[in-house]
């Protein structure tokens, strides 16, 4: 089998990749992740993640390279990584009682496959106060999360629900697919 190879430095990816029991190296991709002017959400995470997949490529030609990218959306407004205290406050106000669509893709190259594939979930908040928002920030400090939460935490009692076909999509990396991609690339799961 050819060596398989995750384009990200995302530990939450290599964790959820880790679930899959397969050998794999992380490699850093190298990619920057503007937005481009009238870009949607899914199509950034798509492109995104098949940039991060073919960096990887041009390096290991001879490998599977996983690319995944994640974009949260509320409305029109895109949810970034907050990165400091402040902003994450600020997103949580934003979403509280709204929903949040997060797209999360994946890519799959080598072996003559190129797979792609956008996962959609959709969060509903429930209805946030100040002090609620201020503790949950101070307690988990989600920084480097998009939406400002983690689900796999603490992050799970913001919510009313979530609907998805995959929850580890949210996480960052959609698992169901990848299992089925990497299927096709002949690799025995489980």
């Known amino acids: 089998m050819p060596q398989l190879i995750l384009a990200s430095t995302s530990p939450y990816r290599r964790a959820l990749l880790t ?19 009238g870009e949607s959400a899914a199509d950034r995470a798509l492109r995104l993640a098949s ?14 390279v996983i690319g995944s990218d994640q974009v949260a959306a509320c409305g029109s407004d895109i949810l970034d990584k907050p990165g400091t205290a402040a902003r994450c406050r600020e997103q949580l106000g934003r979403v ?3 929903s949040a669509h997060f797209y999360t893709a994946g890519v ?15 969060v509903v908040f429930r209805k946030l106060s100040p002090g609620e928002i201020d503790r949950y920030v101070a307690r ?43 299927r096709a690339a002949g690799l025995q799961l489980p």
């Open 140 to 182: 988990e400090q989600p920084f480097d999360c998009a939406g400002g939460f983690r689900a796999e935490a603490l992050g799970v009692a913001l919510f009313d629900c979530i609907e998805s076909q995959d929850p580890t999509a949210l996480i960052g990396l959609p698992l169901i697919w990848l299992a089925g991609a990497l």
């Open 51 to 64: 940039a991060k997949a073919q960096a990887v490529s041009v390096r290991y030609p001879a490998a599977l």
């Open 96 to 98: 509280s009682g709204r």
């Open 19 to 37: 679930r899959l029991g397969v050998e794999f190296e992380a490699v850093a991709p190298g990619v920057g992740e503007q937005h481009l002017p």
């Open 108 to 122: 799959l190259l080598g072996a003559g496959l190129h797979l792609a594939h956008v996962d959609t979930t959709t």
